[in-house]
């Protein structure tokens, strides 16, 4: 029990004897006899670790253990974000919402605003329309919001709810109280799809509501003007980066969908909305000349409809490691014809001089790295700049066309590329096959790399999304020069780190084990 005078936390307290008697006790109602037979769970243990399992492992079809991926409704609510007094609804249960703002508020340590219409048992027979009616405006009654993005759960997905047909339905209801209210709606089933086709529906939802043109009205277009959508990005510092850059070109860039300021809020009062995309900002986006997706894979659908519908220039980088930072800042220049300014070109080198510096630190190590595409194509090329080995290229939610053969093409040029291998649409299980029976020297990755690290003990170096068991590395960027410093930094650190568990030892290894490097 705690001690008033003497409060510990879950590590210590559950030590104490009166607990440690209570887990004794509970031991014999574990599972079924037998199957906590201590050698039997250290024979089929040792077994996971052979190649006979790595193949019926890797043959594994309709199961998924410890995915690297989350659903789509989570991508909707950050998209939604992004805009200015905008309150993502999610129509369904009320327990996956639960989900979404606990996942997003563990990560960023944030409270965030989000609310569903919390259908039950009696709306998943006879439909939601009743509960949509009502949510909405009860949304728009008590958080005055200036827009209400909706997006759905797989229950509303499985019985077949028509999500614009309810919208129209709510706003004739509504009398009145909804009229100057834009209400994108996205299918966002969790059942297919991941966290950035959600994101990338409700984008292209949220664009088109505010975009609608009247048939005969002629769109007001600025040339100059160029839009970012950012994508799912976790990293709020690459969101701060990529605007610093952008604002050294012109003031005519905007970011389109910027959940900065949401998840940054400081001390003092709380706000429910924070930032976002003035929506007078996004409501003109498509007189833009050109809009530039950071995250191909997270924008498919939104670069099919600015492409398609919006007949306007569209293009993608990814500003994620030196290469890709270049070919970022040499399209802004391309695109306002201005040169690049003296303060980008000195970064630059100070990032190739930190890089030279580094370099035999990574050079030759081998790493397992999992993530959303966008995600691993930047990282996997900064890992091949600095001469490291990418063994293991894991992505969950790897798109079926082009993603494979643009990673293989990175990859092609590692000195050491008959070593690496992509793994698409594997998840974490298949990777603790892949690490016992072909190992690495480091993880890069999430917090669900834990067991792996558990497990393997090959060290985890938390790069991605999410990260609750470590604090504020959501802040920093891993875009642009300085995002490339910070990945330089927290890798060839961790790099040094092994470095000196592994020399410690008196009078044995601890030669190496110096102040010098």
């Given amino acids: ?53 790595r193949e019926k492992n890797l043959a594994r079809e ?16 950050m998209a939604a974000l992004g805009f200015e007094n905008t309150m993502p609804y999610v129509h369904g249960s009320h327990g996956c919402v639960a989900y979404f703002r606990s996942y997003f508020t563990r990560h960023f340590k944030e409270p965030t605003p989000c609310v569903s219409d919390s259908m039950s048992e009696s709306a998943a027979v006879f439909g939601g329309l009743s509960n949509m009616k009502e949510g909405l405006r009860n949304c728009k009654a008590l958080y005055k919001p200036d827009m209400i993005a909706v997006s759905t759960t797989c229950m509303a997905e499985v019985i077949g709810d028509d999500l614009n047909a309810f919208v129209i339905g709510a706003r004739k209801d509504a009398e009145g109280e909804l009229d100057s209210t834009p209400i994108p709606a996205a299918h966002t089933p969790s059942f297919v799809g991941s966290h950035i086709t959600g994101y990338d529906n409700m984008m292209n939802a949220i664009l088109q509501e505010l975009n609608m043109v009247e048939e005969g009205v002629e769109v007001e277009k600025d040339a100059e003007r160029i839009n970012i959508i950012p994508g799912f990005e976790s990293y709020l510092g690459s969101l701060k980066e990529v605007k610093k850059i952008a604002s ?12 900065e300021d949401q998840w940054n809020t400081p001390a003092g009062e709380y706000k429910l909305f924070s930032g976002g995309t003035p929506l007078s900002v996004a409501k003109t986006a498509r007189g833009a000349g050109t809009t530039i997706s950071l995250q191909k894979y997270s924008t498919q659908a939104t670069a099919k409809m600015i492409k398609g519908d919006w007949k306007q220039n569209y293009v993608t980088c990814n500003p994620i490691g030196l290469g ?24 630059r080198g100070q990032l190739v001089d930190a890089m030279q510096d580094s370099y035999p630190y990574m050079h030759g190590k081998k790493f397992a790295i999992w993530g959303d595409p966008d995600f691993l194509l930047g990282v996997v090329s900064f890992l091949v700049e600095m001469g490291a080995i990418p063994v293991h290229v894991l992505c969950h939610n790897a798109p079926r066309k082009n993603w494979e053969k643009e990673m293989q ?35 890069i990755g999430n917090v669900y790399g834990k067991e792996l690290y558990r497990d393997t003990k090959i060290p985890l170096i938390r790069i991605g999304f999410p990260i609750f068991d470590r ?6 960027s891993i875009s642009g020069y300085e995002g490339a410093l910070n990945l330089l930094t927290w890798i060839t650190n961790s790099v040094l780190d092994a470095l000196d568990e592994e020399t410690k030892e008196i009078a044995k290894t601890d030669y190496f084990f110096d102040c010098v490097r």
């Avoid at 050294?248 to 959940?259: L, T």
């Avoid at 604090?471 to 920093?476: G, K, P």
Wanted: charged share 25%; aromatic share 10%; hydrophobic share 35%.
């Fill in 1 to 53: 029990m705690q001690d008033v005078e003497n409060i510990v936390n879950g590590q210590k307290l559950f030590l104490k004897p009166e607990y440690q008697e209570v887990f004794k006790n509970k031991k014999q109602f574990e599972s079924n006899t037998g199957s906590t037979n201590p050698e039997k769970v250290i024979e089929i243990a040792k077994w996971t670790t052979t190649w006979e399992y």
């Fill in 62 to 77: 309709h199961i998924t253990i410890n995915p690297a991926k989350a659903c789509q409704p989570l991508g909707a609510v």
């Fill in 248 to 259: 050294m070109f012109s003031d005519k860039i905007v970011m389109i969908g910027d959940h």
């Fill in 324 to 347: 890709g930072t270049d070919e970022f800042v040499m399209k802004l220049s391309e695109l306002t014809g201005k040169p690049v300014p003296a303060e980008l070109t000195k970064l």
């Fill in 409 to 443: 093409a990175i990859l092609d040029k590692c000195t050491f590329k008959e070593e690496c291998h992509i793994w698409g649409g594997k998840d974490l299980w298949h990777l603790r096959s892949l690490l016992f029976t072909e190992p690495v020297d480091f993880m």
């Fill in 471 to 476: 604090h504020h590395l959501h802040r920093y």
